[in-house]
């Protein structure tokens, strides 16, 4: 039988666990608000510079400007390019698992219409869970995630943009979650080369824009 000393001991032990429970509550609350302001600083960012390629695009075609670039050039997918974007750490529900899921169907799907497939993976547990599988990892970014800087997004889109430029690729496709709310995220598969801009429809079509220094040197810079 416990004696009082050691039942003492025991509910001291047990404070000192809730008090450290209690403080990683609170990191991780703080990152978790953290994240959720900064994803939702850069959306608007992102969903405008596609409103105004798609703008760009269909105002180019309307009016018969030259309309090409390497980027937006439509081939025969003889052989895709999938980025698989997961966590570099566990302990995250489904978060994953939903990624590396979904990532492998793609690659299953496209070698099933005779298609070869490269591999990139964003994140340590998508690299480690097909490093395992045997599949063939044709780079990886881990541990990018806790001091992540613009000069890393800029080489990871230089990989795959001078693979798909060089004709080594014919399409790329991106596997993330995407962030609905802080216990909802929906895995999407996103096409990012060749790019597709979202183009406008009705009356938004022939809104009268003054582009600056113009369409075609803009369309170019932004791309």
Do not use: W
Request: glycine share 4%; aromatic share 8%.
């Amino acid at each position: 039988m416990a004696t009082l000393r050691e039942i003492r001991r025991r509910i001291a032990s047990i404070k000192n666990i809730e008090q450290v429970t209690d403080a990683m509550r609170v990191v991780a609350a703080a990152r978790l608000r953290r994240a959720q302001e900064y994803i939702m600083a850069t959306r608007p960012y992102a969903d405008k510079l596609n409103s105004v390629l798609g703008h760009l695009i269909s105002q180019m075609d309307v009016e018969n400007e030259a309309l090409t670039h390497p980027l937006l050039e439509t081939r025969e997918v003889k052989h895709a390019c999938i980025v698989s974007v997961s966590a570099d750490r566990g302990l995250c529900g489904s978060f994953n698992s939903n990624v590396t899921r979904t990532t492998t169907q793609r690659i299953e799907y496209y070698e099933e219409n005779g298609a070869d497939v490269t591999l990139i993976c964003i994140g340590r547990r998508g690299h480690e869970h097909f490093a395992r599988r045997g599949y063939d990892i044709t780079d990886s970014y881990v541990n990018i995630f806790r001091q992540l800087e613009f000069q890393t997004a800029v080489d990871v889109v230089h990989e795959f943009e001078h693979l798909y430029t060089d004709k080594k690729i014919d399409k790329v496709e991106v596997v993330y979650n995407n962030f609905k709310s802080a216990i909802l995220q929906t895995v999407l598969v996103e096409q990012l080369l060749p790019l597709e801009p979202e183009i406008p429809e009705g009356d938004e079509l022939f809104l009268d824009y003054i582009y600056e220094p113009g369409q075609v040197e803009l369309f170019e810079m932004l791309l």
